[in-house]
């Protein structure tokens, strides 16, 4: 990030305090072989140590023993402690992306667990469409972390997965979430939450090696809200957060300007959804102001979350998020309206000092209520609670049990290396170019500036892997006569100087394997890109290559932001291309497996590839549908309007598949299964043409749809079945068409399987109109699997 020393001078101030953080997190936490804890003997005694009372009594109690400076030390990330009470010092912040991650301060990689295991970055295991596949990756995340605990390396309280909607491609952290559907993102944050907080596991689940069992403590029917936690996982950023720095635009300060329409259909439901289904102990407010209100001081938006969507976690404010309110966005006047408004907003902890500081002058000035610390507070030991932290010793609890053995074990590296593979997208594949046949295989270019580098496979938010391989090594397990060259000095690619030996090896080789992309010089945190072409020289060196090398060449694209290499896919010396992403440690084999034919490859686009003329469009336009008007062309499959390199979806595999769409009705009467008083409700609908869901029995008109996939080619696969919708109706705002089921399944050659969604129509069908409302279209939809259309009429 030295790159970017522009930055104003507050900011650069904030950035430093917030790297200062993570220095001193590494000093002081040397190896511990075991965490601190309260309620240790002698002071074990105190009600809020009794495992016999309600978890609200337990809460209660400590509360009631804390002096007003004590309470305010516990809004704040660093919580010093309370010797007194035999409370020990709690680090909240903790990061898991796609593994445990060294970003938040609670982590250590310096105890005898020296590394976890670094599952690709959640784009590409969205790339997989594969509901159980995110449920195990963030189980097996939630596993190294509770051993990372229990060692003293690690916090419980975990500030992933990162749901913002991919909006646009230049976001830098677009890579760290799960592409740009609202369904798609919505169902990746319901597996990570259930599997990283383990609420969901049945009794007899094994963890790890089997040693393990995991077992419930609170049995009780359909509510689990407060159950125990295993770790707690963070829905962030809330809300429409997704602009780093762009032009004069900083997240720290950016007004996302968004439509209620928008807000109801694309920025709220993955939020939604983490909260209601995914039950998620912890929700984040972000940088940005959300139609002039900073986020975090945005009672609406966050009482909305409480009372509507029925949270129950703590509420924290993403790092230095109640500074910037003053500081930056200079909503208010005083660091203590600061203070104040975000705590009565909702906010329970504050990222960085601010309230630490500010929060005792604000009661001063009559700003803060206690009622509203004591609320924050209460809510903040609910969830410490529910991860036992004062039950005693932890090494004696559920989870005491896990330790380094759990860590990097066989059984994650696997999954590391199957979640790589089953994120992998064939962009193009020429003449069935690949997969190659190892054994006619003469010799091996390998070409590209990142290939042989092993901090190229993880993307942003990450750790210490545990053993990570780059695609160079996977590639020679292979091929033994292979040859490396970079080609360019690095993945900016500022000069041709290395062309020449790239030019080298492309003539001698057999086969050429060129790796070109991004990596996080080109995106990260705090900074977006300007442009969707490749970086530097880049392209030239793509083009030079390939007009060389002996036969058409694969092209393997890295990074997380989707990129124009239209002249790529028409170019006929360019044989293949695959997208890989940010693989993570298993990346190199993967890529290795897909390209010899030792994997089919089955992964599809999370995201639109857009054209390079897109980048005309402001960034800090939140706006997701088209204006003709004014040549706005809209964001994201739903909306777009322009043509893409690749769409939404979009991902070839070494078979082809077709499809038949078994079973769904052709018409659906809403009346049907109302009673007579809705009749005379409905009948006035036929004018307006929708009826909003709200005046629905939604559970009654749910119905089934079958299909079949075949597989028509040689080779077994795992393919995603991907059903979308359409309506013909005239309401402004209607998408162009909505995913509305995804299922990856495996099909065998020359075989075929069967799958079926299940359709709520409330849900799938139904849109937001301009005021935010579900409305559900009557008249002709269209369900659509690839190019079959079956259709569906909605009447009353
Ligand atoms: C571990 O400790 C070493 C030396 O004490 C330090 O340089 C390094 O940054 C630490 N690493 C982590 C991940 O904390
Ligand atoms: C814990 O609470 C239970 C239930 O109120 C009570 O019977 C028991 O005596 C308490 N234990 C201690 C050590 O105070
Ligand atoms: C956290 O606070 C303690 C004092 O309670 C301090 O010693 C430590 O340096 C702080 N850590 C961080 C990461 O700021
Ligand atoms: C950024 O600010 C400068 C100076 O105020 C202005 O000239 C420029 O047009 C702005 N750029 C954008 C992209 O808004
Ligand atoms: C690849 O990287 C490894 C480790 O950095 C290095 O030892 C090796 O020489 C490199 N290989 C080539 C062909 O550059
Ligand atoms: C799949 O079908 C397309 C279009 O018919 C064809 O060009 C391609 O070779 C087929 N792929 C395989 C692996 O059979
Ligand atoms: C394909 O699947 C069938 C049925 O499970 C299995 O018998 C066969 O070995 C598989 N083929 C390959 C190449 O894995
Ligand atoms: C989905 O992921 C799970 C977990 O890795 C795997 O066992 C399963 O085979 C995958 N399903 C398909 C169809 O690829």
């Given at each position: 990030m030295e790159k970017y020393t522009t930055l104003v001078p507050l900011l650069t101030l904030l950035i430093c305090t917030l790297l200062q953080f993570t220095v001193l997190a590494s000093k002081t936490s040397?190896?511990?072989l075991q965490p601190q804890f309260p309620c240790n003997l002698p002071h074990n005694l105190y009600p809020f140590c009794?495992?016999?009372?309600?978890l609200s009594t337990r809460s209660q109690s400590l509360l009631s023993l804390l002096t007003l400076p004590e309470k305010i030390s516990y809004?704040?990330?660093?919580f010093s402690g309370i010797p007194r009470l035999g409370i020990p010092p709690y680090q909240w912040w903790s990061e898991s992306c796609?593994?445990?991650?060294?970003?938040?301060?609670?982590?250590?990689?310096?105890?005898?667990?020296?590394s976890a295991t670094m599952f690709p970055q959640v784009l590409n295991s969205a790339a997989s469409f594969n509901r159980s596949l995110w449920f195990e990756i963030a189980s097996a995340i939630s596993v190294e972390g509770r051993a990372m605990y229990n060692n003293g390396?690690?916090?419980?309280t975990f500030w992933a997965?990162?749901?913002?909607?991919?909006?646009?491609?230049?976001?830098?952290?677009?890579?760290?979430?799960?592409?740009?559907?609202p369904l798609a993102v919505s169902s990746f944050a319901v597996e990570f939450v259930k599997g990283f907080q383990g609420?969901?596991?049945?009794?007899?689940r094994e963890i790890g090696d089997g040693y393990f069992r995991k077992k419930r403590l609170v049995e009780k029917?359909?509510?689990?809200?407060d159950g125990f936690l295993m770790l707690s996982a963070c829905c962030k950023h809330f809300t429409a957060y997704d602009l780093e720095k762009w032009g004069n635009f900083s997240r720290y300060s950016f007004n996302a300007v968004v439509t209620e329409q928008d807000m109801e259909d694309t920025y709220q439901p993955p939020f939604k959804s983490c909260i209601q289904?995914?039950?998620?102990?912890c929700l984040m407010c972000s940088y940005n102001s959300i139609n002039g209100v900073p986020a975090c001081a945005s009672g609406d938006l966050l009482q909305k979350v409480r009372n509507d969507w029925g949270f129950k976690g703590y509420i924290t404010s993403d790092c230095d998020a109640v500074a910037t309110i003053f500081e930056?966005?200079?909503?208010?006047?005083?660091a203590e309206d600061a203070v104040a408004d975000a705590l009565s907003a909702?906010?329970?902890?504050?990222?960085?000092t601010y309230m630490l500081y500010n929060t005792e002058s604000a009661i001063g000035q009559g700003k803060v209520k206690q009622g509203d610390i004591d609320r924050a507070l209460m809510n903040l030991f609910f969830v410490l609670f529910r991860l036992e932290l004062?039950?005693?010793?932890p090494l004696n609890g559920?989870?005491?049990?896990?330790?380094?053995?759990?860590?990097?074990t066989k059984e994650h590296q696997r999954l590391s290396l199957e979640a790589a593979k089953q994120g992998i997208v064939l962009l193009k594949n020429n003449d069935n170019f690949?997969?190659?046949n190892k054994d006619f295989v003469s010799s091996l270019g390998i070409i590209g500036p990142?290939?042989?580098?092993?901090?190229?496979?993880?993307?942003?938010y990450s750790g210490v892997p545990c053993n990570a391989k780059t695609y160079v090594e996977g590639l020679q397990s292979y091929i033994k006569k292979t040859t490396y060259v970079g080609?360019?000095?690095?993945?900016?690619?500022?000069?041709?100087?290395?062309f020449d030996e790239a030019v080298l090896v492309a003539e001698a080789s057999d086969y050429v394997v060129l790796v070109v992309g991004l990596d996080l010089t080109q995106e990260t945190e705090d900074c977006d890109r300007v442009?969707?072409?490749?970086?530097?020289k880049q392209m030239e060196l793509v083009s030079f290559v390939s007009s060389i090398s002996k036969r058409p060449i694969i092209l393997v694209l890295t990074g997380g932001g989707p990129l124009d290499v239209s002249f790529a896919k028409g170019?006929?010396?360019?044989?293949s291309i695959l997208w890989v992403g940010?693989?993570?440690?298993?990346g190199g084999r993967a890529l290795a497996e897909v390209i010899f034919g030792d994997d089919n490859p089955g992964g599809k686009l999370p995201m639109t590839w857009y054209p390079?003329?897109?980048?005309?469009?402001?960034?800090?336009?939140?706006?997701?549908r088209a204006d003709p008007s004014c040549l706005?062309?809209?964001?994201?499959?739903?909306?777009?309007?322009g043509k893409a390199v690749y769409g939404f979806g979009y991902g070839l595999s070494y078979t082809n598949y077709t499809y038949k769409i078994l079973s769904a009705p052709s018409s659906l009467n809403?009346?049907?299964?109302?009673g007579a008083s809705l009749r005379r409700l409905y009948q006035t609908k036929v004018e307006i043409g929708y009826v909003a869901i709200?005046?629905?029995?939604?559970e009654t008109l749910m119905f089934n749809v079958r299909v079949s996939v075949t597989n028509v080619g040689h080779m077994n696969g795992s393919h995603v079945v991907m059903l979308y919708s359409k309506s013909?109706?005239?309401?402004?705002?209607?998408?162009?068409k909505q995913l509305i089921g995804f299922s990856r399944i495996h099909t065998v050659a020359h075989k075929s399987t069967y799958t079926s969604f299940i359709i709520d129509p409330c849900a799938h069908l139904s849109l937001a109109d301009e005021q935010g409302k579900r409305i559900l279209p009557l008249g002709e939809h269209v369900i659509m699997l690839e190019d079959l259309e079956h259709s569906l009429v909605i009447d009353i």
């Open positions: 040397s190896p511990n009794n495992t016999s009372l309600p809004l704040c990330n660093n796609h593994g445990i991650a060294t970003n938040g301060p609670g982590i250590s990689f310096n105890g005898s667990i020296k390396q690690a916090g419980l997965p990162n749901i913002n909607i991919f909006r646009d491609p230049r976001w830098g952290r677009g890579q760290e979430t799960p592409g740009e559907d609420e969901y596991w049945g009794k007899e029917e359909g509510d689990d809200d289904q995914g039950k998620a102990s930056y966005q200079q909503y208010v006047n005083t909702g906010v329970d902890i504050n990222c960085g004062f039950n005693g010793d559920m989870f005491g049990r896990l330790g380094s053995q759990h860590v990097c690949l997969p190659l990142g290939a042989n580098s092993t901090s190229q496979l993880a993307g942003g080609g360019c000095l690095d993945v900016a690619c500022e000069s041709n100087s290395k442009t969707l072409l490749l970086p530097g170019d006929s010396r360019i044989a940010y693989p993570g440690e298993a390079e003329s897109f980048t005309n469009i402001p960034m800090n336009n939140m706006k997701m706005y062309p809209g964001r994201t499959h739903r909306f777009y309007t809403l009346l049907m299964k109302v709200d005046e629905l029995s939604c013909f109706t005239t309401i402004e705002g209607a998408p162009i």
